[in-house]
C-alpha cells in the first residue's frame, strides 16, 4: 500500500514537467521528424505536405554548400575550444582557491560576464574589435602560426587568439563550480600528501585532479552543450536562415537540425567515452 | 613582517662571532625561504606569480567593458584621433542622449523585467516541486523520467522551435508574456534542467528522518513539503531565482522569435540594442554631410545602457552570485 501512495505523490510532484515534456518536447520532437520527412510549402490553403522520404536528409549533406563547411569549423572550434575554456576555468578556480586577498573582487570580475554576456551585446563587441587581447600583436602570430602548422589549423588558432576574450568570458559558470568543489577537498589529504614528502605538482594530480574529474566531465558536457546551442553559431543561424527560405522550408530546416543533433550527440558519447569510469577489478 | 625579517638579518651580520662564510650560507638560506617558501608558506615568488596572474586575466575579462565604456565617452573627433586611446578629451555625454532616446527604455525596461520576472517565478516554484518529486519518492519508470530530462538540456533547440512556434501561434500565445510562462509553468522554461537538478541534489541532502519524523507527528506530504523542505531550501531557492533571472533577461532567441515576428506592444531591452542601428536611422535620418552618422560611440553607449540595469543588480547582489553555488550542493558531495 505504501508503494502505491509513494507513486502517486511521485507523478503528483513531477506530473508539470511530465505534461510539459511530452506536449512540449516529445511531441514537436516526433512532429519536427515527421516535417523532416516532408517537403513542406507554403500555399494559399495552409501547409501543404509531400512525402520526401530521407530526400531532405541526404541533400543537406548533397546539396547544401554550407552545411559541411559550417559543420566542420563548427567541430575543430568546439573540439579547441572546449578544453581551453575547461582548462582556464580550471586555472583560474585553482588560482582563487589559494589564500590570495581580494579572492571576493576576483571572483566577482570572473563571474561578470555571465551577467553581461548576452547575444546582442557580444555581437557589438567583437563588431568593435575588442574582443582581442589588446596589447597582444596579432601579425606576428599568425605569421609564426602560418609557418608551425597547417593552413586549416592556423586559420582556427587564430581565430581562437582574435576572440579569446569572448571565449574566456564563456567560462565563468565552470569557474564557480570548480570553486565550489574544490573547496571542499579535505585539507587534511593535502597534509598528509605533504608530511610523506608530495610536492604541490603531485598533490595537483594524485589529490585534485581525481577529487574533481567527476565535475570536468560535467563543466566539459556544459561547455559544449552551451557552445552548441548559442546564437553565436554559424549552423544555428544556418538553420534558421532555411526556415524562412522560399525553396527549402521547414522540412529542410528540420532535417537540418537533426543532422546537427545528431553531430551533437556523436560529440557528448566521445567526451563521455574518454571519461568513462574504468571497472575497477576486485581483488 | 618584511622588516623584522630585515632586522634580524641585519643581527645575524652585525654577529663577530661568525665568520664570513657562516654568514653568506644564513644569508642565502634566508633568501631562499622568502623566494621559494618553506613549510606550508608560500615563497614571496609563487605569491607574485599569482596576483600578475590574477591581475592580468582579471583585466583581459574587463578590458571589453572598459573598451566599452571609453568608447561611449568618445566625440566624434575623439574617435578619429588617432593619438586619444584611453582617456577622452572631455567629458562627453551627448551619445548617451542620443542612446537614451533611440533605446524607448521605458517600454524596453519594463518589458525585459515582465519577461524575466514572470517566468522565473513560475520556473522556480516548479523546479522545485519536481526536483522534490524526483528526490525524495520512489516510483516506477523514474529512471527513465530522469533519463529524459536530462536528455532534453541536450536536444539543439531548433529542433523543437518550428513545431513549438506552430503550436504556440494556434493557441495564440505568441506575441504575448504567455509565450514564456506557459513552458516555463511546465518545467520547459530556460535550461530548466538544470533548476530541477539544483533542487534535486538539495532534497537529496536533506536527510530523510526529518520527513519521518513529520509523518510520525501526522503531517501528509504536501504538508511536509510546503512546511519543512521549502524553507530548508531557501539557499536553493535563490540561486535558481538569480541565475534564471539573469539568463531570461538575456535571452535574445526566442523572445526575437516570439516577440518581433508578430505584432505585439512589448519589447526588450536586448531587442532594442539588436535593432539598435534601424532605430537610430529613423529616428536620426542621415542627410547629406549631416553630422548625425551613427558611430562607436553611439553604439557603444546604448550597450552600455543596455548592461546597465543587471550590472548595477549584480554590484549589489554579487554575493549571493559567487557564494550561493557553494551552499546548494550542486557539485555533489
Redesign the interface.
Given at each position: 500500500m505504501k508503494m502505491k501512495r509513494?507513486?502517486l505523490?511521485?507523478?503528483?510532484?513531477?506530473l508539470?514537467?511530465?505534461?510539459?515534456?511530452l506536449?512540449?518536447?516529445l511531441?514537436?520532437?516526433i512532429?519536427?521528424f515527421y516535417?523532416s520527412m516532408n517537403d513542406m510549402r507554403i500555399t494559399p490553403h495552409g501547409l501543404q505536405f509531400v512525402y520526401a522520404g530521407f530526400n531532405n536528409f541526404l541533400n543537406v549533406w548533397l546539396q547544401d554548400m554550407f552545411f559541411i563547411q559550417e559543420l566542420m569549423a563548427f567541430a575543430l572550434d568546439t573540439f579547441i575550444r572546449v578544453p581551453v575554456i575547461v582548462v582556464f576555468a580550471l586555472v583560474?578556480a585553482m588560482?582563487?582557491n589559494?589564500?590570495?586577498r581580494f579572492k571576493?573582487l576576483?571572483?566577482?570580475?570572473?563571474?561578470?560576464?555571465?551577467?553581461?554576456?548576452?547575444?546582442?551585446?557580444i555581437s557589438?563587441?567583437v563588431?568593435?574589435g575588442?574582443?582581442a587581447?589588446?596589447m597582444l600583436n596579432q601579425d606576428i602570430i599568425m605569421s609564426i602560426l602560418n609557418a608551425l602548422f597547417p593552413t586549416w589549423f592556423a586559420g582556427v588558432l587564430s581565430n581562437l587568439f582574435n576572440e579569446?576574450?569572448t571565449i574566456?568570458?564563456y567560462s565563468g559558470v565552470q569557474i564557480?563550480?570548480f570553486?565550489?568543489?574544490l573547496?571542499?577537498i579535505d585539507p587534511n589529504l593535502y597534509e598528509a600528501a605533504?608530511i610523506d614528502g608530495g610536492s604541490s605538482w603531485e598533490c595537483f594530480w594524485k589529490i585534485t585532479l581525481p577529487t574533481i574529474k567527476?565535475?570536468i566531465l560535467i563543466n566539459l558536457?556544459y561547455t559544449l552543450?552551451s557552445l552548441?546551442?548559442s546564437?553565436q553559431n554559424p549552423i544555428?543561424n544556418l538553420?534558421?536562415a532555411n526556415?524562412f527560405n522560399a525553396t527549402r522550408g521547414?522540412g529542410f530546416?528540420?532535417a537540418m537540425?537533426?543532422m546537427?543533433?545528431v553531430i551533437?550527440?556523436l560529440m557528448?558519447g566521445i567526451l563521455l567515452l574518454a571519461f568513462r569510469e574504468k571497472k575497477v577489478k576486485k581483488r | 613582517m618584511a622588516t623584522k625579517q630585515a632586522t634580524r638579518l641585519m643581527n645575524v651580520l652585525r654577529n663577530d662571532q661568525m665568520d664570513a662564510k657562516e654568514k653568506l650560507h644564513l644569508v642565502r638560506l634566508k633568501l631562499h625561504h622568502i623566494l621559494f617558501g618553506f613549510n606550508d608558506r608560500k615563497g614571496l615568488l609563487l605569491k607574485l606569480v599569482i596576483y600578475m596572474l590574477l591581475l592580468g586575466i582579471g583585466f583581459v575579462y574587463l578590458y571589453p567593458i572598459l573598451y566599452m565604456f571609453i568608447t561611449s565617452m568618445k566625440s566624434l573627433n575623439d574617435l578619429l584621433d588617432m593619438a586619444i586611446n584611453w582617456i577622452p578629451s572631455s567629458f562627453y555625454t551627448q551619445n548617451y542622449q542620443q542612446a537614451y532616446s533611440v533605446l524607448n527604455i521605458r517600454p524596453a525596461l519594463l518589458g525585459s523585467i515582465q519577461i524575466a520576472l514572470f517566468p522565473t517565478i513560475l520556473q522556480v516554484v516548479v523546479s522545485a516541486t519536481v526536483g522534490y518529486g524526483f528526490a525524495r519518492f520512489n516510483f516506477p519508470l523514474k529512471r527513465l523520467w530522469f533519463g529524459l530530462m536530462l536528455f532534453s538540456f541536450i536536444i539543439p533547440p531548433q529542433i523543437l522551435m518550428m513545431p513549438t512556434y506552430r503550436l504556440f501561434s494556434e493557441l495564440g500565445l505568441t506575441g504575448s508574456l504567455s509565450a514564456f510562462t506557459v513552458p516555463a509553468g511546465l518545467g520547459q522554461g530556460l535550461n530548466s534542467t538544470i533548476f530541477i537538478l539544483i533542487f534535486y541534489q538539495f532534497f537529496k541532502q536533506t536527510p530523510k528522518s526529518l520527513y519521518e519524523a513529520a509523518e510520525v507527528d501526522g503531517a501528509n506530504q504536501l504538508v511536509s513539503f510546503f512546511r519543512i523542505a521549502i524553507p530548508m531550501a531557501v539557499p536553493a531557492f535563490i540561486v535558481a531565482f538569480l541565475f534564471s533571472f539573469v539568463w531570461y533577461w538575456n535571452e535574445t532567441y526566442l523572445t526575437t522569435l516570439y516577440l518581433t515576428s508578430s505584432s505585439t506592444d512589448i519589447t526588450t531591452i536586448l531587442i532594442q540594442l539588436q535593432q539598435f542601428e534601424t532605430n537610430y536611422q529613423s529616428l536620426y535620418p542621415t542627410t547629406e554631410a549631416s553630422p548625425n552618422r551613427i558611430n562607436e560611440g553611439i553604439k557603444m553607449a546604448g550597450t552600455v545602457i543596455s548592461i546597465l540595469p543587471l550590472l548595477a543588480t549584480y554590484f549589489f547582489l554579487q554575493r549571493y552570485f559567487v557564494e550561493s553555488v557553494d551552499n546548494t550542493g550542486i557539485t555533489g558531495e
Amino acid at each position: 500500500m505504501k508503494m502505491k501512495r509513494e507513486t502517486l505523490y511521485g507523478y503528483l510532484f513531477i506530473l508539470p514537467w511530465l505534461i510539459g515534456f511530452l506536449s512540449l518536447v516529445l511531441y514537436p520532437m516526433i512532429q519536427s521528424f515527421y516535417f523532416s520527412m516532408n517537403d513542406m510549402r507554403i500555399t494559399p490553403h495552409g501547409l501543404q505536405f509531400v512525402y520526401a522520404g530521407f530526400n531532405n536528409f541526404l541533400n543537406v549533406w548533397l546539396q547544401d554548400m554550407f552545411f559541411i563547411q559550417e559543420l566542420m569549423a563548427f567541430a575543430l572550434d568546439t573540439f579547441i575550444r572546449v578544453p581551453v575554456i575547461v582548462v582556464f576555468a580550471l586555472v583560474i578556480a585553482m588560482l582563487l582557491n589559494q589564500d590570495v586577498r581580494f579572492k571576493g573582487l576576483f571572483r566577482t570580475i570572473f563571474f561578470l560576464p555571465v551577467i553581461v554576456a548576452s547575444g546582442p551585446v557580444i555581437s557589438q563587441l567583437v563588431d568593435q574589435g575588442a574582443t582581442a587581447i589588446p596589447m597582444l600583436n596579432q601579425d606576428i602570430i599568425m605569421s609564426i602560426l602560418n609557418a608551425l602548422f597547417p593552413t586549416w589549423f592556423a586559420g582556427v588558432l587564430s581565430n581562437l587568439f582574435n576572440e579569446i576574450i569572448t571565449i574566456l568570458w564563456y567560462s565563468g559558470v565552470q569557474i564557480l563550480l570548480f570553486l565550489a568543489v574544490l573547496q571542499k577537498i579535505d585539507p587534511n589529504l593535502y597534509e598528509a600528501a605533504k608530511i610523506d614528502g608530495g610536492s604541490s605538482w603531485e598533490c595537483f594530480w594524485k589529490i585534485t585532479l581525481p577529487t574533481i574529474k567527476p565535475l570536468i566531465l560535467i563543466n566539459l558536457i556544459y561547455t559544449l552543450v552551451s557552445l552548441a546551442n548559442s546564437g553565436q553559431n554559424p549552423i544555428i543561424n544556418l538553420i534558421y536562415a532555411n526556415m524562412f527560405n522560399a525553396t527549402r522550408g521547414y522540412g529542410f530546416a528540420s532535417a537540418m537540425a537533426w543532422m546537427y543533433a545528431v553531430i551533437i550527440v556523436l560529440m557528448l558519447g566521445i567526451l563521455l567515452l574518454a571519461f568513462r569510469e574504468k571497472k575497477v577489478k576486485k581483488r | 613582517m618584511a622588516t623584522k625579517q630585515a632586522t634580524r638579518l641585519m643581527n645575524v651580520l652585525r654577529n663577530d662571532q661568525m665568520d664570513a662564510k657562516e654568514k653568506l650560507h644564513l644569508v642565502r638560506l634566508k633568501l631562499h625561504h622568502i623566494l621559494f617558501g618553506f613549510n606550508d608558506r608560500k615563497g614571496l615568488l609563487l605569491k607574485l606569480v599569482i596576483y600578475m596572474l590574477l591581475l592580468g586575466i582579471g583585466f583581459v575579462y574587463l578590458y571589453p567593458i572598459l573598451y566599452m565604456f571609453i568608447t561611449s565617452m568618445k566625440s566624434l573627433n575623439d574617435l578619429l584621433d588617432m593619438a586619444i586611446n584611453w582617456i577622452p578629451s572631455s567629458f562627453y555625454t551627448q551619445n548617451y542622449q542620443q542612446a537614451y532616446s533611440v533605446l524607448n527604455i521605458r517600454p524596453a525596461l519594463l518589458g525585459s523585467i515582465q519577461i524575466a520576472l514572470f517566468p522565473t517565478i513560475l520556473q522556480v516554484v516548479v523546479s522545485a516541486t519536481v526536483g522534490y518529486g524526483f528526490a525524495r519518492f520512489n516510483f516506477p519508470l523514474k529512471r527513465l523520467w530522469f533519463g529524459l530530462m536530462l536528455f532534453s538540456f541536450i536536444i539543439p533547440p531548433q529542433i523543437l522551435m518550428m513545431p513549438t512556434y506552430r503550436l504556440f501561434s494556434e493557441l495564440g500565445l505568441t506575441g504575448s508574456l504567455s509565450a514564456f510562462t506557459v513552458p516555463a509553468g511546465l518545467g520547459q522554461g530556460l535550461n530548466s534542467t538544470i533548476f530541477i537538478l539544483i533542487f534535486y541534489q538539495f532534497f537529496k541532502q536533506t536527510p530523510k528522518s526529518l520527513y519521518e519524523a513529520a509523518e510520525v507527528d501526522g503531517a501528509n506530504q504536501l504538508v511536509s513539503f510546503f512546511r519543512i523542505a521549502i524553507p530548508m531550501a531557501v539557499p536553493a531557492f535563490i540561486v535558481a531565482f538569480l541565475f534564471s533571472f539573469v539568463w531570461y533577461w538575456n535571452e535574445t532567441y526566442l523572445t526575437t522569435l516570439y516577440l518581433t515576428s508578430s505584432s505585439t506592444d512589448i519589447t526588450t531591452i536586448l531587442i532594442q540594442l539588436q535593432q539598435f542601428e534601424t532605430n537610430y536611422q529613423s529616428l536620426y535620418p542621415t542627410t547629406e554631410a549631416s553630422p548625425n552618422r551613427i558611430n562607436e560611440g553611439i553604439k557603444m553607449a546604448g550597450t552600455v545602457i543596455s548592461i546597465l540595469p543587471l550590472l548595477a543588480t549584480y554590484f549589489f547582489l554579487q554575493r549571493y552570485f559567487v557564494e550561493s553555488v557553494d551552499n546548494t550542493g550542486i557539485t555533489g558531495e
